[in-house]
């Protein structure tokens, strides 16, 4: 009589391939019932990942729902022109160069340390986009130059 592996071995491809698919599934049934058993903490914290999915599903919907809605009322603020002036004032820096060049300009100003998020603020809102930024501290005074690009 043939022993067990050989038997094995001679059976179709497709009905060992099937047995192995249902001693693994077999065995994912038993490991899960097991774990169940084991780790029963693990109930609450997948109900609660269920119910935050859910949620997270209607939010989901909701604004899509009303962003779809309100698209008419998104009001985009007008873009306002680069002005160096203008900058200088509104920041309540000094301007002591503006040099407007066609692939790059130079702005250079006088500011103090809390005047500096007011002046990036206002450069944000006109879409100015500095390519290079040098801070240095002149005969007691802050020292800012803007290398600005094409906007």
Known sequence: MSSLPERWLTVHWCWRFLSTLGVMALMYGVLS?????????????QEHQRLLRAQTRQNYQYLRQHAMADTDFVAVPPLRPFSALTLSRESQS????????SPSSELI??????QLPMLFTLLGEQHIKPESVRLQMHEQVLTLTLRLGET
Request: hydrophobic share 40%.
């Open 94 to 101: 000094r301007l002591v160069s503006w040099q407007p060049g």
């Open 33 to 45: 019932t097991l774990a169940d058993k084991c780790w029963p903490a693990d109930r609450p914290l």
């Open 109 to 114: 100003l006088e500011v103090s340390w809390p």
